[in-house]
């Protein structure tokens, strides 16, 4: 059975950094996508950004671009999250996916990270 288990969320003020991690288990994602979505009150899930191909592309949503960083350690199957800068509006719940050619095949429950102005 896979499992994607994030961690790192929490309360920061505007202009701090958190980094989430994301531990995959139940098999090997390493030549697979491992991303991020993210999911604020009262709206839709979005895509925040992704490690394709086992790192070889990485993805970012415009509204993070030069804020965050994706990357993953494939021996650990773990994908992470580095967030800078962060600013109220990037208060959401963040779910960790993974899956193969673009598609996200498994989620994880989430993390809320909240950001005050």
């Known amino acids: 059975q896979v499992q994607l288990v994030e961690s790192g969320g929490g309360l920061v003020q505007a202009g701090g950094s958190l980094r989430l991690s994301c531990v995959a288990s139940?098999?090997?994602?390493?030549?697979?996508?491992m991303g991020w979505h993210r999911q604020g009150p009262g709206q839709v899930r979005e895509f925040v950004a992704a490690?394709?191909?086992?790192?070889?592309?990485?993805l970012y949503a415009d509204s993070v671009k030069g804020r965050f960083t994706i990357s993953r350690d494939n021996a650990k199957n773990t994908v992470y999250l580095q967030m800078t800068s962060l600013k109220p509006e990037d208060t959401a719940i963040y779910y960790c996916?993974?899956?193969?050619?673009?598609?996200?095949?498994?989620w994880g429950q989430g993390t809320q990270v909240t950001v005050s102005s």
């Open positions: 996916y993974a899956g193969t050619g673009g598609l996200a095949d498994y």
């Open positions: 139940g098999r090997t994602f390493s030549n697979a996508d």
């Open positions: 490690s394709r191909w086992g790192g070889s592309q990485l």
